[in-house]
């Protein structure tokens, strides 16, 4: 079985957020599929995926600030037409790119304990995210 879904997320902050929640329900056929791999892509080049720690919002801070670090707005780009925080937010969206595999397994993700799937938005005011989720598995 193959499906693909188009998904708006509702504007977020800067910052590093939890979405594995509104990837799940957007799928409720996950629910059918014995084995599979759900892919994430994000269609944006100023925001990014990953998968990181799910329970401790201190590490999603942390993130941010480590990133902030090695992409700083005062650094002197080129790119600068779209306002000081865009090229730094390529940079970052490079960095930690624009997709995210995971493993389905009878009927879940299979993603550890304290993993989920995080949105890395990288502007200031980006907007709504669009998402293309592809989910190719074996149905019970």
Known sequence: ??????VTLAPRSRGFHLITRDIVQAL????????????VFI???????????????DVRTDLESSFNALAPEDFPHIHTCE????????????LLG???????????LAVGTWQGICLC????RGGGRQ??????GEVE
């Not at 269609?43 to 919002?57: F, G």
């Open 1 to 6: 079985m193959w499906l693909q879904r188009d």
């Open 28 to 39: 409720p056929e996950l629910s059918g599929i014995r084995v599979g791999l759900l892919h």
């Open 43 to 57: 269609r944006h080049t100023s925001a990014s995926l990953t998968i990181t720690e799910n329970a401790d919002p």
């Open 83 to 94: 306002g000081p925080d865009d090229m730094p937010a390529h940079v970052k969206a490079s």
């Open 98 to 108: 624009s997709s995210v595999s995971i493993p389905i397994r009878d009927g879940r």
């Open 121 to 124: 938005e990288h502007r200031n």
């Open 131 to 136: 998402l293309v989720l592809t989910v190719q």
